[in-house]
């Protein structure tokens, strides 16, 4: 079957975020393709460290280091992309999505593809995201959580009861009914332990010790504004939406309003999957490892369908981590 009868004409293309990450990602599309192949050179000559051989033998504690996490899983996703175009144009056909958009890191990965930042500049800002969110999770460790079963007003609430213990704040509205929390560590197990009183199905702490998405990261907020603030970037020449507004972002000065406090704001992502809907977007191409946003997109809106790189013929191995960072 061909890519357009697949996939139609009213794609989007979404990029996971950290946590997508597992140890051998990448390595078929390495093999089987040229383009693929190319980015993953390209990455390991601009970071001058063996990316591609983390990414495909680990090992995973490495791996799933923040600092080194966030440029795999960027290099790895626009990997995926380049092996997309190469077999769609071998083909002799062309995808080109209406709109774009990524998860926390991910979005970092959709100004990329939509041509806002170049590869490098994109890989060298990721590193430096993560080693400033490793850094601060040293200064002041926090923690996540995932919370199923509670709207967002009840965790909210929630949230506000548990204060007193600390810093707690939602971090990602991930789908209707999950939702990720994040904070100083006494303040998220008091609110975790409040979650299940109020009747929450499921709680699980992350495996991470950093508060992503929430007033910890202020100070790496800054920091990074004052990169993004002298980062050369192009007007999107394809519609990129947001996380914190959950609206297309068309202009440079856009996307830098949507830059400003991306680390310290919440991922709606729930509001940015339905931008894409009105948009217009029918299909959904999860372009990175695993398929973590396609199980968030399917609970969104029911009337959409996903794709993953696997039915593209271009597959990577799937996993059920929840996007954090």
Request: hydrophobic share 40%; with cysteine; aromatic share 4%.
């Amino acid at each position: 079957m061909s890519f357009n009868t697949l996939l139609g004409d009213k794609v989007a293309f979404v990029f996971p975020g950290q946590g997508s990450q597992s140890v051998g990602m990448g390595k078929d599309l390495y093999e089987s393709s040229p383009a693929a192949r190319a980015v993953f050179t390209e990455a390991d000559d601009e970071l001058q460290i063996c990316l591609s051989r983390l990414c495909f033998e680990g090992p995973a504690d490495e791996l799933e280091d923040t600092y080194n996490a966030q440029p795999a899983i960027l290099t790895m996703s626009l990997a995926a992309l380049a092996a997309l175009k190469e077999k769609a144009a071998a083909m002799g056909e062309s995808v080109t999505p209406l709109v774009v958009a990524g998860h926390s890191l991910g979005e970092f990965t959709a100004l990329a593809a939509a041509d806002v930042i170049d590869f490098k500049s994109a890989l060298q800002l990721v590193r430096e995201r993560g080693r400033l969110m490793q850094e601060a999770g040293r200064e002041r460790p926090g923690g996540m959580a995932a919370i199923v079963g509670l709207d967002e007003e009840t965790l909210a609430a929630v949230c506000k009861a548990s204060e007193s213990e600390g810093i707690i704040s939602i971090a990602n509205a991930n789908c209707p009914g999950q939702t990720v929390i994040s904070g100083e560590i006494r303040a998220l197990l008091r609110a975790m332990e409040l979650a299940k009183e109020t009747g929450a199905r499921r709680v699980a702490r992350l495996g991470v010790s950093i508060a992503s998405h929430s007033p910890l990261m202020s100070r790496v907020s800054s920091q990074l504004g004052d990169l993004i603030g002298k980062l050369p970037m192009r007007a999107p020449h394809i519609p990129v939406v947001g996380n914190v507004t959950g609206q297309a972002i068309t202009t440079v000065e856009g996307v830098r309003r949507e830059l400003a406090h991306h680390v310290e704001r919440p991922v709606n992502w729930t509001r940015s999957v339905r931008e894409m809907v009105d948009e217009g977007a029918t299909t959904f191409v999860e372009v990175g490892p695993g398929q973590v946003l396609s199980g968030l997109i399917r609970r969104i809106s029911r009337d959409v369908k996903t794709v993953s790189l696997q039915d593209l013929g271009l597959g990577t191995a799937p996993i059920s981590t929840p996007n954090e960072a």
